[in-house]
């Protein structure tokens, strides 16, 4: 093939991948702000054009074109691989990126599961809360007389000397049984969706019960104040969290289901691979809010306006945060565990 015709036929392309080096391959994060306005060559294409034009400048040096256009291949040769074979963001970076940007936009991705999953887990508890407001004696159908007495004495308004919302330990015992308790409950409820869904609706039901009923017969008894000053802060991150766990395993289940035109493996696969990297927002979530009812919900002492202005904060920043991370991020397809990879 003649030099200009090879240079007639190429042009476009080497075109658009200049100028997405110039205008995507600068700067990462001015890069995805930016994206919906760009229209021009789409990022996960770059590694194809980026072989091809290798393939391309090795042709021209074959049948020995002229510098004009060696030289440029050469140039755009260079600052493609420059980007694409740069060294990655520490590993720190990455996962700080993925929980600020990619689990928020995996929660968003899976709406209808975690939408489900969220009325399965809170309209039991609303339901039973208010059950027992009218009808105390139904907190004795759900807990033997033994575990309503220990309730009581945990939240105890006559003893403010106590720690509330516990019996003993030192905070440092007890952040390590709220980890361990808190992921407990998480990973059973997202593993209990292999039972076709069934069990992760059967497990958010019933810890929407169990919640609502101990929240009502303290409320009933007239124990309420100490245990909403207690719950009042980590109850943002932990029961969004459970929701999310919840939603994580409905989905594997609807996969194991319903697979729709993909082979069955090859769904529950999928429904495994999202269902995992959302259960390690969960678990991130659920170490933070053990943390913060070791250490702060347990404060008797604090004025409940305070403990109540916190609580506020937190489901602000947890609803704020999943609704608007990761908002100018790649697309979910593209890179699901916002990782990184093209800008």
Excluded at 122 to 146: K, R
Excluded at 213 to 218: N, R, W
Excluded at 259 to 279: F, K, Y
Excluded at 307 to 334: C, E
Aim: hydrophobic share 50%; charged share 20%; aromatic share 10%.
């Amino acid at each position: 093939m003649r030099q200009e015709h090879f240079i007639k036929r190429h042009q476009t392309e080497w075109n658009a991948f200049e100028q997405w080096l110039d205008a995507r391959g600068q700067q990462v994060k001015k890069a995805r702000m930016s994206r919906r306005q760009w229209h021009g060559l789409a990022d996960h294409e770059m590694p194809a054009r980026y072989r091809r034009l290798c393939q391309q400048l090795a042709l021209a040096r074959r049948r020995g074109y002229s510098p004009l256009v060696t030289d440029r291949l050469q140039q755009l040769m260079q600052r493609g691989h420059g980007l694409l074979y740069r060294t990655p963001p520490p590993r720190w970076r990455r996962a700080v990126e993925f929980l600020m940007a990619g689990f928020p936009r995996l929660v968003r991705a899976e709406r209808g599961c975690m939408a489900a999953s969220a009325l399965l887990f809170w309209l039991p508890l609303v339901v039973v809360f208010v059950a027992i407001q009218l009808t105390p004696e139904l907190s004795a159908s759900l807990f033997d007389p033994a575990q309503l007495m220990q309730f009581e004495a945990m939240y105890d308004p006559d003893d403010p000397l106590r720690k509330l919302g516990r019996d003993n330990g030192t905070d440092v015992a007890m952040f390590g049984f709220y980890v361990w308790n808190n992921v407990s409950i998480g990973f059973r409820t997202f593993a209990s969706g292999l039972l076709a869904g069934i069990g992760a609706v059967v497990v958010l039901i019933v810890n929407g019960i169990m919640a609502g009923g101990v929240a009502g017969h303290l409320q009933a008894v007239g124990h309420g104040d100490p245990f909403w000053r207690f719950v009042a802060a980590h109850s943002a991150p932990e029961l969004t969290a459970i929701v999310i766990a919840g939603g994580a395993g409905l989905r594997l289940g609807l996969n194991l289901v319903a697979p729709g035109q993909r082979r069955r493996i090859d769904a529950l696969v999928d429904g495994g691979r999202r269902g995992a990297l959302l259960c390690l927002g969960v678990l991130a979530m659920l170490v933070f809010a053990a943390f913060v009812e070791a250490f702060w919900s347990s404060i008797a002492w604090m004025p409940a306006w305070i403990k109540y202005s916190v609580g506020a904060a937190l489901w602000t920043l947890t609803l704020l945060w999943l609704w608007r991370g990761g908002r100018n991020h790649a697309s979910i397809d593209d890179d699901p565990a916002g990782f990184g990879g093209a800008p």
